[in-house]
């Protein structure tokens, strides 16, 4: 009796495939403005954050603008959006100022909805009908990951915004709370070496990375040590007490000139009495054992040198995490919030490494050597903030999942508080 041969199974196409990514993206920023009322999705607390509103409307019309407006003949939604939903894109046209965003009350948020759910419609046709061309198609996979991207500021800027109400309401009252335990600080040694840095060039390579991550290119670490895991609340919370934020020596000149003008004492929101933290479940008792977030980078850096310590280099932390797996508090896992890890104690290996805080490094964000700008338009994605920001490392607990990598390089001024940026302590060889 011949054996039956069972058929191969049907190719998935790169455009299907591209399709269903694209619908699971889209999907996600609608979910989480969900627990948002039409005024929430409207508030901009201050000129670093943006409505939710807007953050939805944005990523529809870098969809509009960057894939459905290169086919011919291409109508726009409403022409007059362009203005309103472009973001820095100098090089296309004017853009609403980024600090009155806020004011945008027209167009409603149902009007941006289905502006969402048109332009979805319209780009998951023309990838049925095969009708992008490889231009945009490549900017297409752009847009998703700068969509994700959005999904965590969406997050961190709503979660501002309620904390500045005086009612400081919660986004959502149902999150799981964290029931990890810190591991013992140790310290895991490496050796002086040359390493690789970086994430080779896409699209030439097939896997994404952004402009800023390539070339690859070899790096001299010197011999260094690296903490096993983050600063928790309870250890920064002995920095506080023990007048770290009254004692000048500990910090840069700018960032204590920062401090006595916005009048810091103890890390963005929390209390005064140091035992409780606004976070987007609302106010919760502080965990002891959870990674200290909401820091800016002179508070980090002020952190560290009372410590005794200093910030890694983004070349230091890159080396640790090359090889390790990707796996960590993600948005994915519902907490939206850091925590500390289940699995106990490691001194002899790093963890936290990916997600939960964005851990701040020493390094200033510059170009790589060799660095090239993605083409046309897009070349002002990353290239341009090249002045006067640092660079953070490892996602956080907003961040998807899939989004993160080794040689993903975030960045942000050094003042910046509202983002979920914890640190990582370092220290030159003995």
């Known amino acids: 009796m011949n054996a039956v041969v069972a058929p191969p199974p049907t190719a998935v196409t790169a455009a299907s495939a591209l399709a269903a990514q694209f619908a699971r993206v889209r999907a996600r920023s609608v979910a989480l403005a969900?627990?948002?009322?039409?005024e929430d999705a409207m508030v901009q607390s201050m000129p670093d954050a943006s409505p939710s509103k807007w953050h939805l409307a944005h990523t529809t019309w870098f969809f509009e603008r960057f894939v459905l407006a290169t086919q011919?003949?291409?109508v726009a939604f409403d022409a007059d959006w362009h203005y309103l939903?472009?973001?820095?894109?100098?090089?296309?046209?004017?853009?609403?100022?980024r600090p009155q965003r806020g004011l945008l009350s027209r167009p409603s948020l149902d009007e941006v909805l289905r502006f969402r759910s048109l332009i979805d419609q319209r780009v998951l046709a023309a990838l049925q009908a095969d009708a992008l061309d490889e231009q945009a198609t490549r900017q297409l996979v752009l847009g998703l990951h700068h969509e994700q991207q959005h999904q965590e500021l969406l997050l961190t800027d709503i979660k501002h915004a309620l904390w500045s109400n005086p009612l400081q309401p919660a986004y959502r009252d149902d999150l799981p709370r964290s029931t990890g335990t810190a591991s013992p600080l140790a310290w895991i040694h490496s050796p002086e070496q040359i390493v690789e840095i970086g994430a080779p060039a896409w699209p030439a390579h097939a896997t994404f990375?952004?402009?800023?991550e390539s070339p690859v290119h070899r790096v001299l670490v010197p011999a260094h040590a690296l903490a096993n895991r983050p600063v928790s609340n309870s250890e920064f919370r002995r920095f506080v007490e023990a007048g770290g934020?009254?004692?000048p020596a500990h910090w840069m000149s700018e960032g204590w000139s920062l401090c006595q003008q916005e009048h810091w004492q103890h890390p963005l929101y929390w209390d005064d009495a140091l035992a409780r933290e606004f976070t987007l479940a609302g106010w919760r008792a502080l965990d002891p054992d959870a990674p200290v977030c909401h820091l800016s980078y002179f508070e980090a850096d002020a952190y560290a040198r009372w410590a005794g310590a200093r910030l890694p280099t983004e070349f230091e932390w890159e080396a640790a995490a090359a090889g390790q797996a990707q796996q960590g508090n993600f948005a994915d896992s519902g907490r939206l919030h850091p925590a500390a890890p289940d699995q106990g104690s490691a001194p002899d290996r790093h963890l936290q490494l990916f997600g939960d805080v964005w851990e701040w490094t020493s390094s200033a964000y510059g170009a790589y050597p060799g660095f090239r700008t993605f083409e046309g338009n897009l070349g002002e994605y990353n290239g341009?903030?090249?002045?006067?920001?640092?660079v953070l490392r490892g996602g956080s607990c907003a961040t998807p999942a899939d989004h993160i990598r080794p040689s993903y390089r975030n960045f942000f001024a050094p003042s910046a508080r509202w983002q979920f940026?914890?640190?990582?302590?370092?220290?030159d060889a003995a």
């Open 245 to 247: 934020y009254r004692e």
């Open 384 to 390: 341009k903030f090249m002045c006067g920001q640092w």
């Open 34 to 38: 969900a627990p948002l009322s039409a």
């Open 72 to 74: 011919p003949d291409y």
């Open 85 to 97: 939903f472009n973001s820095y894109y100098q090089s296309i046209g004017p853009a609403h100022a």
């Open 421 to 427: 940026a914890g640190l990582r302590l370092a220290k």
């Open 209 to 212: 990375a952004y402009d800023n």
